[in-house]
């Protein structure tokens, strides 16, 4: 599971369903312990005005002045019962509600005057809670002990607990959907932060800006601040290498010249056949050299991209350049591009990425060039098409590789279509090479909208 958001719904899910349930097992303790502590209140009360109530007939029998005038005393099986037992003499007395029943209070001795608290099976096997009290009582025979007990069903505690849990559920549930949505909006507010990071990456990767700026929590600044040192030695390393590489490729220009120059020297002296050697190996050298010069420019270009650039007016002027060309003036051309397409790529890079693609069709077409640009998906979909032979599978597959000619028989140095290749690598662009049904080939280049 590698979403923080879904770990964070996940361990909220889990603690705040914890939670809850410990804190209803708590409630619903506490409401039970309530509960039986005012049942025992009751059952004490009964208990003390029993006890204030007993007397002795004449015979030493024991008996109530008054009878407790809670009226579930006088109905049977109600589930509150009294009784009253004089062990001395084997007399017992017991409320209406407990009828042919008797409470089977325990044998073992109780200390006279405390409240003994138990459980005992009543009427109909019910479970009751009974409170028992041993008392000292003069009697006419002399002072007699007496045990006082009084007893509640114990479904007067455990149904209203039930009912009370039940009736907690549907809050405890609203609780915890309250609980999780909160959290969750903590967890985006606390997050939005990272946005902002992903944001200033996302403008970096798009070359607005070659560091992350604005303010950031202390807890990312850290990490901000590694990110910008990192991405400021990158860029150091890349300016030494463009530096290097511009100025090797500036030191070859001269000595080329000179090999122009001696090669126009033999050929004057009637040696063409070196002086054409060398015109070749020359121009391959200088291809080499000014694909570096175009290379180390864009990659400086590439780190931090001023400006957008418009697709059509791209188009336009290399169209214009190479239809005044001897190959291009006997071509019929067909431009259809969307107005308002804008590519994230540097001018220079653009011209430079179209004007080695058309040039090459222009090469291969036997009369036509087709340019076709349109907004797909969100992206924009440029196809570059001629009718020239086309190529094998084997050489469309090399092509744009450095030094790849198809033909040795045109003249060129195979560097264009590499040169094509890095800059849609350093521009993240998608590139399609395929053959025409119709014969020719066409090239498909995906810039991000």
Known sequence: MRSIRRRFLMVSLVSVALALLMASLVMIALFTRNLERRIDHELTAHINNIAGALRFAGDGKIELSDRPVDGRFDQSYSGLYWQVEDDQRGDQLRSASLWDYSLPLPEDGQETGTIDRYHLQGPDKADLIVQERKIIVAAPDGRRAIRVAAAINASEVTGPSHTFALDIIPYMVALAVFLIAASLAQLTYGLRPLSSVTEGLDRIRERKSDRLDGSFPKELQAIVDAVNRLLEAQSQLIARARTRAADLA????????????????????????????????????????????????????????????????????????????????????????????????????????????????????????????????????????????????????????????????????????????????????????????????????????
């Open 250 to 449: 500036h030191g070859l220009k001269s000595p080329l010249t000179v090999l122009f120059n001696d090669a126009e020297t033999l050929r004057e002296r009637g040696e063409g056949k070196i002086a054409d050697e060398l015109t070749h190996l020359a121009d391959v050298m200088r291809s080499h050299v000014d694909r570096e010069l175009t290379r180390s420019r864009m990659v400086g270009s590439v780190v931090l991209r001023p400006s957008d650039t418009d697709l059509a007016a791209s188009l336009n002027t290399i169209a214009r350049t190479l239809r005044r060309t001897p190959r291009g003036e006997t071509l019929t051309w067909t431009i259809d591009v969307e107005d308002g397409l804008v590519v994230q790529i540097e001018p220079i890079d653009l011209q430079e990425l179209l004007g080695n693609v058309i040039d090459n069709a222009v090469k291969w077409s036997r009369s036509t060039i087709r340019i076709l640009a349109r907004r797909q998906d969100g992206n924009i979909v440029l196809l570059i098409e001629d009718n020239g032979p086309g190529a094998s599978p084997e050489g469309i597959a090399t092509m744009m590789e450095r030094g790849t000619r198809l033909d040795l028989k045109t003249p060129g140095t195979g560097i264009g279509l590499a040169i094509v290749s890095d800059i849609a690598e350093a521009y993240d662009l998608a590139v399609e090479v395929a053959n025409v049904d119709s014969g020719g080939l066409q090239v498909i280049i995906r810039f991000q909208g």
